[in-house]
Nanobody
Framework: QVQLVESGGGLVQAGGSLRLSCAAS????????LGWFRQAPGKEREFVAA????????LHADSVKGRFTISRDNAKNTVYLQMNSLKPEDTAVYYC????????????????????WGQGTQVTVSS
């Protein structure tokens, strides 16, 4: 089992940047594929980005491609989401998620494919 704790959210003006972090407990961090999702009020949880166990394979949603970057530091048991050129429509609660990955290359993009979730961190982008 793994516990996830997000941090780094806040209020930022449009065009600004934030870096979200998600720290994981446990000794088997490299066994997990990881993802970032977001949920705005009144909307369903939305895929943002995913990364494989090794960090060598990533996927970003079209809505954030070229602006957001997912990465992981397996030595620090942490996954990051670097968010640049933020827009008001990026406002949401951001969640990190984890699930065991059968290979070092695979990633997942559906919320129901993940087993563990953090509590979320609020990101608000003002216009």
């Amino acid at each position: 089992q793994v516990q996830l704790v997000e941090s780094g959210g806040g209020l930022v003006q449009a065009g600004g940047s934030l870096r979200l972090s998600c720290a994981a407990s446990g000794r088997t961090f490299t066994s997990y594929a990881l993802g970032w999702f977001r949920q705005a009020p009144g909307k369903e949880r939305e895929f943002v980005a995913a990364i494989s166990r090794s960090g060598g394979t990533t996927l970003h949603a079209d809505s954030v491609k070229g602006r957001f970057t997912i990465s992981r530091d397996n030595a620090k048991n942490t996954v990051y989401l670097q968010m640049n050129s933020l827009k008001p429509e990026d406002t949401a609660v951001y969640y990190c998620a984890a699930r065991p990955g059968p290979t070092v290359y695979i990633y997942y993009r559906a919320p129901n494919e993940y087993d563990y979730w953090g509590q979320g961190t609020q990101v608000t982008v003002s216009s």
